[in-house]
Protein backbone atom coordinates (compact mmCIF):
# COMPACT_ATOMS: atom_id res chain seq x y z
CA UNK A 1 0.00 0.00 0.00
CA UNK A 2 2.78 2.78 0.84
CA UNK A 3 4.40 1.59 -2.41
CA UNK A 4 1.80 2.51 -4.30
CA UNK A 5 1.01 5.86 -2.87
CA UNK A 6 5.04 6.76 -3.53
CA UNK A 7 4.70 5.46 -7.05
CA UNK A 8 1.24 7.16 -7.86
CA UNK A 9 3.65 10.48 -6.20
CA UNK A 10 6.17 9.92 -8.72
CA UNK A 11 3.33 8.92 -11.61
CA UNK A 12 1.44 12.47 -10.21
CA UNK A 13 4.53 14.94 -10.89
CA UNK A 14 5.88 13.20 -13.85
CA UNK A 15 2.30 13.55 -15.40
CA UNK A 16 1.95 17.54 -14.01
CA UNK A 17 5.63 18.73 -15.79
CA UNK A 18 4.88 16.82 -19.17
CA UNK A 19 1.38 18.58 -19.42
CA UNK A 20 2.71 21.52 -18.51
CA UNK A 21 5.86 21.27 -20.67
CA UNK A 22 3.86 23.07 -24.20
CA UNK A 23 2.38 25.80 -21.80
CA UNK A 24 4.83 27.02 -19.45
CA UNK A 25 7.31 26.86 -22.10
CA UNK A 26 6.37 30.56 -23.25
CA UNK A 27 6.19 32.34 -19.95
CA UNK A 28 9.77 30.80 -19.08
CA UNK A 29 11.56 31.55 -22.39
CA UNK A 30 10.13 35.39 -21.47
CA UNK A 31 11.42 35.18 -17.82
CA UNK A 32 14.86 33.91 -19.29
CA UNK A 33 15.08 36.70 -21.93
CA UNK A 34 14.22 38.97 -18.84
CA UNK A 35 16.86 37.84 -16.80
CA UNK A 36 19.32 37.70 -19.81
CA UNK A 37 18.45 41.53 -20.16
CA UNK A 38 18.85 42.31 -16.47
CA UNK A 39 22.35 40.77 -16.24
CA UNK A 40 24.37 41.79 -19.29
CA UNK A 41 22.94 45.49 -18.73
CA UNK A 42 24.44 45.87 -14.99
CA UNK A 43 21.32 45.12 -12.90
CA UNK A 44 20.39 42.21 -10.58
CA UNK A 45 18.31 39.18 -9.81
CA UNK A 46 15.88 39.34 -5.97
CA UNK A 47 14.75 36.50 -5.65
CA UNK A 48 11.76 35.63 -2.59
CA UNK A 49 9.28 33.15 -1.65
CA UNK A 50 6.60 32.77 0.85
CA UNK A 51 7.11 29.77 3.48
CA UNK A 52 8.57 26.99 1.93
CA UNK A 53 9.11 28.28 -1.09
CA UNK A 54 11.78 31.05 0.40
CA UNK A 55 14.01 27.77 0.18
CA UNK A 56 13.91 27.79 -3.44
CA UNK A 57 14.42 31.43 -3.65
CA UNK A 58 17.27 30.39 -2.09
CA UNK A 59 18.55 28.12 -4.45
CA UNK A 60 17.59 30.13 -6.64
CA UNK A 61 20.34 32.61 -5.94
CA UNK A 62 22.91 30.25 -5.26
CA UNK A 63 22.87 28.40 -8.71
CA UNK A 64 22.64 32.31 -10.27
CA UNK A 65 25.86 32.97 -8.38
CA UNK A 66 27.97 29.95 -8.30
CA UNK A 67 26.45 28.22 -11.89
CA UNK A 68 24.15 25.63 -12.72
CA UNK A 69 26.01 22.78 -14.52
CA UNK A 70 28.89 24.78 -16.60
CA UNK A 71 31.62 27.43 -15.89
CA UNK A 72 30.46 31.03 -16.37
CA UNK A 73 30.63 34.50 -14.80
CA UNK A 74 28.96 34.98 -11.67
CA UNK A 75 25.39 36.71 -11.98
CA UNK A 76 24.21 39.15 -9.62
CA UNK A 77 21.56 37.48 -7.32
CA UNK A 78 20.13 38.11 -3.95
CA UNK A 79 17.52 36.13 -2.12
CA UNK A 80 15.87 37.93 0.44
CA UNK A 81 15.42 37.02 3.76
CA UNK A 82 11.95 35.56 4.76
CA UNK A 83 13.09 36.25 8.77
CA UNK A 84 10.72 39.19 9.31
CA UNK A 85 11.91 39.43 12.61
CA UNK A 86 15.49 41.06 11.83
CA UNK A 87 13.44 43.63 9.92
CA UNK A 88 10.62 44.98 12.75
CA UNK A 89 11.53 47.74 14.89
CA UNK A 90 12.23 46.87 18.62
CA UNK A 91 8.57 46.87 20.26
CA UNK A 92 6.55 46.92 17.23
CA UNK A 93 3.68 44.76 16.59
CA UNK A 94 3.09 43.00 13.74
CA UNK A 95 1.83 46.03 11.83
CA UNK A 96 4.87 45.22 9.48
CA UNK A 97 4.52 41.73 8.96
CA UNK A 98 3.30 42.21 5.29
CA UNK A 99 6.24 44.33 4.54
CA UNK A 100 9.07 42.60 5.93
CA UNK A 101 10.13 41.35 2.08
CA UNK A 102 8.88 44.74 0.59
CA UNK A 103 11.37 46.81 2.64
CA UNK A 104 14.47 44.71 0.98
CA UNK A 105 13.12 45.31 -2.40
CA UNK A 106 12.50 49.11 -1.59
CA UNK A 107 16.38 49.27 -0.05
CA UNK A 108 17.99 47.05 -2.75
CA UNK A 109 16.18 47.26 -5.54
CA UNK A 110 16.76 49.49 -8.55
CA UNK A 111 15.37 49.97 -11.87
CA UNK A 112 16.56 47.15 -14.42
CA UNK A 113 17.01 45.03 -11.51
CA UNK A 114 14.13 42.08 -11.69
CA UNK A 115 12.55 40.28 -9.13
CA UNK A 116 11.53 36.91 -8.77
CA UNK A 117 8.25 35.56 -6.44
CA UNK A 118 7.74 32.41 -5.65
CA UNK A 119 4.54 31.56 -4.13
CA UNK A 120 2.29 28.21 -4.04
CA UNK A 121 -1.06 29.95 -3.42
CA UNK A 122 -0.50 33.18 -5.07
CA UNK A 123 -2.36 34.87 -1.91
CA UNK A 124 0.66 35.70 0.41
CA UNK A 125 0.00 39.36 1.60
CA UNK A 126 4.01 39.39 2.13
CA UNK A 127 4.33 38.52 -1.21
CA UNK A 128 1.53 40.96 -2.63
CA UNK A 129 3.31 43.87 -1.51
CA UNK A 130 6.89 42.82 -2.85
CA UNK A 131 5.55 43.15 -6.12
CA UNK A 132 4.23 46.32 -5.51
CA UNK A 133 7.24 47.48 -3.92
CA UNK A 134 9.66 45.98 -7.02
CA UNK A 135 6.51 48.46 -9.28
CA UNK A 136 7.83 51.20 -7.79
CA UNK A 137 11.44 50.89 -8.70
CA UNK A 138 10.19 50.23 -12.17
CA UNK A 139 11.88 46.39 -11.59
CA UNK A 140 10.28 44.03 -13.76
CA UNK A 141 8.34 41.06 -11.96
CA UNK A 142 8.54 36.85 -12.57
CA UNK A 143 6.01 35.46 -10.68
CA UNK A 144 6.02 31.48 -9.96
CA UNK A 145 2.45 30.39 -8.89
CA UNK A 146 0.38 27.88 -8.66
CA UNK A 147 -3.48 27.22 -9.40
CA UNK A 148 -4.67 30.56 -11.07
CA UNK A 149 -2.12 31.96 -9.75
CA UNK A 150 -4.67 34.86 -6.91
CA UNK A 151 -3.54 37.79 -5.83
CA UNK A 152 -0.14 37.24 -7.02
CA UNK A 153 -1.45 37.37 -10.63
CA UNK A 154 -3.66 40.31 -10.02
CA UNK A 155 -0.67 42.58 -9.47
CA UNK A 156 1.25 41.14 -12.68
CA UNK A 157 1.92 44.21 -15.33
CA UNK A 158 1.95 43.24 -18.77
CA UNK A 159 5.81 44.29 -18.81
CA UNK A 160 6.02 41.02 -16.47
CA UNK A 161 5.89 37.16 -16.28
CA UNK A 162 3.67 34.79 -14.74
CA UNK A 163 4.12 31.39 -14.62
CA UNK A 164 1.44 29.49 -13.32
CA UNK A 165 1.74 25.58 -12.75
CA UNK A 166 -2.03 24.58 -13.17
CA UNK A 167 -2.36 22.60 -10.10
CA UNK A 168 -3.70 22.80 -6.51
CA UNK A 169 -1.46 20.53 -4.27
CA UNK A 170 1.46 22.17 -3.06
CA UNK A 171 3.93 19.38 -3.08
CA UNK A 172 3.33 19.18 -7.23
CA UNK A 173 3.52 22.99 -7.49
CA UNK A 174 7.17 23.32 -5.95
CA UNK A 175 8.13 20.52 -7.59
CA UNK A 176 7.23 22.56 -11.00
CA UNK A 177 8.85 25.25 -9.60
CA UNK A 178 12.14 23.82 -8.89
CA UNK A 179 12.01 22.61 -12.70
CA UNK A 180 11.24 25.88 -13.73
CA UNK A 181 13.82 26.94 -11.52
CA UNK A 182 16.26 25.05 -13.34
CA UNK A 183 14.88 26.17 -16.49
CA UNK A 184 15.80 29.38 -16.31
CA UNK A 185 19.17 28.56 -15.07
CA UNK A 186 19.72 26.68 -18.39
CA UNK A 187 18.38 29.03 -20.02
CA UNK A 188 20.35 32.06 -19.50
CA UNK A 189 23.48 29.73 -19.60
CA UNK A 190 22.52 28.54 -22.89
CA UNK A 191 22.04 32.15 -23.85
CA UNK A 192 25.23 33.42 -22.62
CA UNK A 193 27.52 30.49 -23.14
CA UNK A 194 26.22 28.72 -26.22
CA UNK A 195 24.28 25.62 -27.30
CA UNK A 196 25.09 22.15 -25.13
CA UNK A 197 23.80 19.26 -25.45
CA UNK A 198 20.80 17.81 -22.55
Do not use: W
Request: with cysteine; net charge negative; hydrophobic share 45%.
Amino acid sequence: MLEQRIQQNFIDSADLKYQSAQSLSVPIAAAVQAILACVTGGGKILACGAGVSACQAQMFAALCVSGFERERPELAALALSSDSGFLAPAGSSSLLSAQYVARQVRALGQAGDVLVVLSVTGSDACMVEAVEAAHERDMMVIVLTGSTGAALAGRVRETDVLICVPHERAARVRETHELVLHCLCDGVDNQLLGEQEL
